[in-house]
Nanobody
């Protein structure tokens, strides 16, 4: 099981960025993929998740209405679309999975144990 997050960079406040989480070694379409972030001097926080049934669930109120998830099955990739970025969104972003499949109720609520390397997002003018 491998996950690779990419797409980070420097963006101005109000801008947009799309992060990718490419999966390999497992049937990623079937499993929930979770996005976390860790800002400077802060603890890692769980943001949102897309289940194996392609239902998204938010865990961080501050990203609701601005961040969305979608999946490209052909590319085995989950995308995190981030709009209206703010300086407080500056963080290292990670994708992860606990291999909770679409046959598991509330799969997004379970823990994760496979992590990809993070990608840095910096929101600054």
């Amino acid at each position: 099981v491998q996950l690779q997050a990419s797409g980070g960079g420097l963006v101005q406040p109000g801008g947009s960025l799309r992060l990718s989480c490419r999966a390999s070694g497992f049937d990623s379409d079937y499993y929930a993929i979770v996005w976390f972030r860790q800002g400077p001097g802060k603890e890692r926080e769980k943001m949102l998740c897309i289940s194996g049934s392609d239902v998204s669930k938010y865990y961080l109120d501050s990203v609701k209405g601005r961040f969305t998830l979608f999946r490209d099955s052909m590319k085995k990739t989950v995308y995190l679309q981030m709009n209206s970025l703010k300086p407080e969104d500056t963080a290292v972003y990670y994708c992860a999975t606990g291999l909770w499949g679409r046959d598991t109720d509330d799969a997004c609520d379970y823990g994760v144990n496979f992590w990809g390397e993070g990608t840095q997002v910096t929101v600054s003018s």
